[in-house]
């Protein structure tokens, strides 16, 4: 069962930034699909950034041009560089891989706040 977790939440001003990473417990060489999903406090979890199948990025509109996905496969590590975070990017992440199983972390609290 593929392990993965979250690191990088924590509290930051409106217009600040952070690094999200996600360390998976397997190769993550061969996995096409991964990535970052968030969910606030009565909302539904939603798409951030993710690596699909089919070899495209995908962003939601939301985060486009501030939330730059990246990964490192030589460390199994997922990254999600937020810039210019605003209140409504407060949430819980969590990242995501699907290689025929998938698996989830256990989420990292990102909270922005003045």
């Known amino acids: 069962q593929v392990q993965l977790v979250e690191s990088g939440g924590g509290l930051v001003q409106p217009g600040g930034s952070l690094r999200l990473s996600c360390a998976v417990s397997?190769?993550?060489?061969?996995?096409?699909?991964m990535g970052w999903f968030r969910q606030a406090p009565g909302k539904q979890r939603d798409m951030v950034a993710i690596f699909a199948r089919d070899g495209t990025t995908n962003y939601a509109p939301n985060v486009k041009g501030r939330f730059p996905i990246s990964r490192d496969n030589a460390k199994n590590t997922m990254y999600l560089q937020m810039n210019s975070l605003k209140p409504e990017d407060t949430a819980l992440y969590y990242c995501?891989?699907?290689?025929?199983?998938?698996?989830w972390g256990q989420g990292t609290q990102v909270t922005v706040s003045s």
């Open positions: 995501y891989v699907n290689y025929g199983i998938s698996g």
């Open positions: 397997i190769s993550i060489s061969s996995i096409s699909a």
